[in-house]
Structure formats: C-alpha cells, structure tokens
C-alpha cells in the first residue's frame, strides 16, 4: 500500500510540475470533419471462371481426359474471341472418389480430374458470346462472372478528392458558424472506402441467341476524415 501511495504522489507532483512549466504549449485548437463522395463508373474488364470436371476409374485416365476437354474449350475460346481473351489457370486437381459402406472401410471408386481457367475479357459486348463458347465446347463449369476496371486506382483517387472537397468545405462552414477561420491542416486520413462491383446479371437466353449480360456500373467510394487547426 505505501509503494502504491507513494507512485500516486510522484505522479500528481509530475503533473504538477508539468502545469507550471511556462514552456509547455497548450493543445491548438482544431476542428475534425469526415466525408464519403462515391464515383460510379463503367466496367470494362469482365472475369469469368471457366472449368472442365472429368471423371474416370484411373487417376491418369481422368487427367487425360481433362486435357484433351479442356484443350478443346481454349481452342473455342481462342477462335471465337481472339486476342479479345486473356487465359490463365487458377486451379488444378485430381482426387480419389471414395465409395463408403456402413462397417467397411472406404474403397476408391474413380477419380475426378477438375482444372479451372480464369478467362480475363476485355471487350464486354462479347461477355454471352464466351459464356456460350465455353459450354457449347464441353465446359461444365461456368462460374464468379465478375466486372472491374482496369485502373481502378484513377477512379478511387478521384473519390477521395471528391471526398477532402466534401470535408473541407464542411471544416469551413463549422468555422465560419464559430466565428474562427481554418489556419492549416493538421491530417488528412483516408478511413474505409472501397469497391462495390456489379454482380453480373445474366439472363434468360433467347433460342439461337447469345446470352445476354449485363454488366450495370461499379462504384467506388471514398472517406476521408479531416482535421484543421483553427483561430479567432
């Protein structure tokens, strides 16, 4: 207890101390505004995962297989849309398929080989056209349709300048209601913000016709929350 006591006093005689010290500079006075501007803007890059699931009695059999289905859609691809794609293989693999029996131990009944492409579009107006290509060329997955942009940075700038104008000029008004007027700026701090992608509205397709997508707009959102010293 006397050690107790005895820090809460050199703790009260330090503040004290710190009170009376003429050079300590008292804390500026300051305001602190927060603001969210949004940018909508249009989409043009689409990404779609593309895949190829076979299944077979021998593991290399269901790769084999995979390959030469999997080889077949690419050359689709290729041929409908040309240098409109980008192809990339995000995922690769091939499992045993397990046959269970109450009481006995699980058995291999085959294998499943799966290698999933993602497909990189540049050009959205032929979104249905590679969604069709790929199913008609033996895809049996089709998935993750998503729309970005392709400097997406240009467009989240552009959200947080909206957004400091915003904060600014709320500083200003807060100021000016006061009787004070804004000195310098103290921080600028970007807080949360982000990306609202479109999900990919697909609809009913028409016999004979190419699926029709619609690709809506993206938002991007940024907050900026601003803090300025102020006087009289």
Do not use: W
Not at 4 to 19: D, G
Not at 72 to 100: C, H
Not at 215 to 224: A, F, P
């Amino acid at each position: 207890m006397k050690l107790i006591a005895c820090s809460f006093a050199l703790a009260l005689a330090a503040s004290s101390v710190r009170a009376q010290d003429p050079s300590a500079k008292p804390p500026l006075p300051y305001i602190r505004t927060s603001a969210e501007a949004v940018v909508s803007a249009k989409p043009d890059r689409a990404k779609v995962n593309i895949g190829v699931t076979t299944q077979a009695p021998a593991a290399q059999a269901a790769a084999a297989q995979n390959a030469k289905e999997l080889d077949a859609v690419i050359r689709q691809i290729r041929a409908a849309l040309g240098s409109a794609v980008e192809l990339k293989t995000i995922g690769y693999s091939v499992n045993p398929d397990f046959r269970y029996k109450q009481g006995a131990t699980p058995t291999i009944a085959g294998y499943t080989a799966t290698n999933i492409l993602e497909v990189t579009l540049n050009d959205l107006t032929q979104a249905g056209k590679l969604i069709d290509t790929a199913t008609q060329s033996g895809a049996n997955t089709v998935q993750g349709l998503q729309f970005t942009l392709k400097d997406e940075s240009a467009v989240q700038s552009q959200a947080l300048r909206e957004a400091a104008i915003k904060a600014r000029s709320k500083a200003e008004a807060l100021a000016q209601a006061l009787g004070l007027k804004i000195v310098r700026v103290i921080s600028a701090e970007e807080s949360g913000g982000g990306i609202i992608r479109p999900m990919a509205a697909q609809m009913m397709r028409a016999e004979g016709a190419p699926t029709p997508v619609e690709s809506g707009t993206i938002e991007v959102h940024g907050n900026i929350t601003l803090t300025v010293e102020v006087a009289q």
